[in-house]
């Protein structure tokens, strides 16, 4: 658990180098994950990260850019929250994470689509 939560904090962080490094710190200077280069576990980071805590905000057409005043204002609290790894709910959809495969799927399926391991 406590490893767990160190590997999403250290890609957290990674995140973050990359939003700075292009300069996409404001909604004039969005880009895309793939103008910005960014591995396919910026996805997750925003389901279960960014997106959630404002940090990273899309814009428009998956257009995203950093909020540097909001991540400020949360690393100035307690830093990240702890991971509640199962059932991530937002905007009304609950998601499973597969405890096979480690894909998220959608909790009104009974199946992973992903490898097709039950619940
Ligand atoms: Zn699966």
Redesign the pocket.
Known sequence: MYRRNFASRERAKRVIAIFRQHGAIGPEKAMTSAQLGLPEMFDEFMERRGGRRGVIIEVSEGKYYLDEAKLKEITSNAGWPVDRTVIIKEKEIVKIR?P??G?LYDGSLDK?P????GR
């Not at 992903?114 to 391991?117: E, T, Y």
Request: hydrophobic share 10%; with cysteine; glycine share 12%.
């Open positions: 597969c096979y495969c894909n992973c992903h490898c097709g391991a």
